[in-house]
């Protein structure tokens, strides 16, 4: 079965440093989401490409997080510089043309920031 | 600010019984309806989708939608403690640029 496949599943990092995430979405779907989900909280979106154009960044603090997707498969997400605050999980999503809202997700990359 | 509300819980269900999750929206707009389920340290899982008033069902699962009164609910019968999980309830507002808002979360324990 197709997955969304995500790296690296954890990762820890000290306060003020550079973290990268990686995603690739499932073959063929051309909608790929970032999502960041606080403890106890549901998912909120960050960033939706839509092939390798960003559809939404609305919600991506833009001053920290960076998102690309060049070549409108796998996306890298960046923080730089980390803070307390970043630490959560950061998921990532897909969605074929003809269902663009029934998103799967990968399992996601846990950050802790210390 | 497009909403989903969902009660926190935990939603306590003997083995065998009904575990009944309502999920409440704020905008008369919302176009489809989704639920997710997500166990401790793992990623959201698709197991229902609703689009149109009334009743889906798949498998142990319905869905339930009204649109009128803006809840949606999601129905498990004869529950197992492999459905103790957080179900997530999600929204597309076409105000929103049709993108998905996830409510909290219910969090469901099946006791054996």
């Known amino acids: 079965e197709a997955e969304v496949a995500q790296s690296p599943r954890y990762k820890i990092t000290e306060k003020s440093q550079a973290v990268a995430f990686w995603c690739d979405p499932i073959s063929g779907h051309a909608t790929l989401y970032w999502y960041r989900q606080i403890l106890g909280q549901g998912p909120e979106l960050l960033v939706q490409f839509q092939d390798e154009s960003v559809v939404d960044d609305s919600q991506l603090p833009k001053d920290r997080f960076s998102a690309e997707r060049l070549k409108g498969v796998d996306s890298t997400l960046k923080i730089q510089p980390a803070e307390l605050g970043d630490s959560a999980m950061y998921l990532c999503?897909?969605?074929?043309?003809?269902?663009?809202?029934?998103?799967?997700f990968g399992p996601g990359t846990r950050l802790t920031v210390t | 600010q497009k909403e989903v509300e969902q009660n926190s819980g935990p939603l306590s269900v003997p083995e065998g019984a009904i575990a009944s999750l309502n999920c409440t929206y704020s905008d008369r707009g919302s176009q489809s309806f989704f639920w997710y389920r997500q166990y401790s340290g793992k990623s959201p899982e698709l197991i229902m989708f609703?689009?149109?008033?009334g009743d889906k069902e798949d498998g142990r699962f319905t869905a339930q939608l009204n649109k009128a009164s803006q809840y949606v609910s999601l129905l498990i019968r004869d529950s197992q403690p492999s459905d103790s999980a957080t179900y997530l309830c999600?929204?597309?507002?076409?105000?929103?640029?049709?993108?998905?808002?996830f409510g909290g979360g219910t969090r469901v324990l099946v006791k054996p």
């Open positions: 609703i689009y149109s008033n």
């Open positions: 999600a929204v597309t507002f076409k105000a929103a640029g049709n993108k998905l808002t």
């Open positions: 999503a897909s969605s074929s043309r003809t269902s663009v809202y029934e998103q799967y």
